[in-house]
């Protein structure tokens, strides 16, 4: 496939995007790799590999900037740029570290929503311990009870070919309590749907439970999603500094700690975002990929290593079953 | 002061709960502790300290039922006779490890909500890595924004008594992002009626930033916080079971978690809820505290020691400086 990366996109970029870039493309002698940013951008006579080209666009997105208004004023950004590639049939995915608001804005202005999807959702795998896929991570913060329905079908189909299952994805809601009835309108009415889709759901899975292998996919709204994503990553992030700072103090400590030191940084890699590759924008025409915004080569390029396994004909993909749900719900509904 | 103890509430009820009750009433010489229950819950002629005694009851609510339902149907439930002898002045607190929507009810229902304020809020403490009070963790899940505004300005006065702080508390918005503007409806308009209270109001916080100790208190609604609080102490503990397995896996490791082990239980005591007493109902006139329906005798005698540290005279210091709070905002609105 064709991948349109943002080469201006992140806190990191353009240097650590283009080392990634090329690390990835290294590996994927079958695809081809975009690289989207200012003209310059690479110095004359790089050593590019021969699936690596360069497409100028002006700069990026900033981290702060309002990503809409932005884009109006800046048709031209990397990201845009890269999103109109997808649009036009030069590119089947788009990468981009840089502002989430303003990935998903070029994304809906410039690539478009797949039919009957009134929103998109970001879907990010959280890890540890048993990895799960969770959705909406941030898109939408506002949400409907529909919106949360296509999510879980979206999500369902897109975690069957992410983590290669045989079987159909078990779906869970995020939600306050596992008996059905719990929950603020938006879960209640969400729960019901989902309950009367025909989707494989597991019913309402706890904050406890979120990674504890009782669902591959939970489904929840932008807001709430986005807090326990970052909450969870938080939270790994300050148990393993506890860990860290308990086992090297004294002197004993220390010995052992030298022992048992690439063990405990097996530990942190298996809760790395970094190693995770990038959150899929689910619902709009086209793979639309968004990397970690601190990420550094390493996480550049299983980002791209992923949307090359996972992305090629993923919207049509996402599109054909989305449509057999509407259409046998509208059967199913009295005339 | 005189605490009413659901003897009969929680998974390890009645004995936990007595055995916890006894040894935090050896420690509080001067409170008085009431423990509610079945009659014959005692053997006669148990050893009993002198500031210890006994108050007879139905049947707690059970973990599975529908609270308001049950607690009309059993009117003499434990909770609820103790909920009585805070709203007849024959408790100043009450304190629960049961059903903890059973405890909100019987709160409602038969003590009562302070002036002006809608709708109460569970408050617990977060104890990782910097101690922060989350509100609402769960007794609303549908909220309005003037109900944060409530939680804020309940959870500052108790975080400072809490916490034993000098200054007044730092409150922060749980959001999904830092900026003002972010956040579904119900974070923005918070957000501006917080920032326009006159509360020490540091602004939104994201899920990363929980727990980095940026603020004192985190407001937000019922459904959010649950999930935030569980999922926080949910990927704590899978950490630590991670590490623990990575620690004590071959023959030198095993060593070396010898030594480690000490040092590895300190930080799972320093995440465990149970190190960290209960959580309170804020926004009814009385004490009313919630345990860890698991919680042990550690956990529930705690839970008691620190509503004798933290409980005398909170609701009328609560309802002083929300009536406070209500003048000066309708004095400040426009004619």
Redesign the interface.
Known sequence: MRIAVDALGGDNAPREVVTGTIAAARKLPDDELVLVGRPGLIEPGSDLPQNVSLRPSGDAVGM?EEPSATLRAHPDASVAVAAEMVRDGEADALFSAGNTGATVAAALLRVGRLDGCRRPAIATVLP??SPVLLLDA?AT??CRPQDLLNFAILGGVFARRYFGLDDEARIGL???GE?PGK???L?KEAYRLMDESGIRFVGNV???????GVADVLV?????G???????????R??????RS??TSGA??K???G??RP??L??RD??DPENYGGSFLLGVRGSVVIGHGNAHARGIENALLGISRTGAGLSENLQEVLSAHRLRSSEGRPA
């Open positions: 702060d540890f311990p941030g913060v506002s995020v939600n306050v008996e929950g603020n309108d879960a706890e904050g406890r439970d979120i990674g504890r929840t709204d932008g807001f709430t986005n807090i326990v994503l970052k909450t969870a990553e938080g939270v790994a300050e148990i393993l500094l506890m860990v308990a086992v004993l400590s010995l052992a700690a022992v048992l063990r405990l097996g530990v298996q809760v």
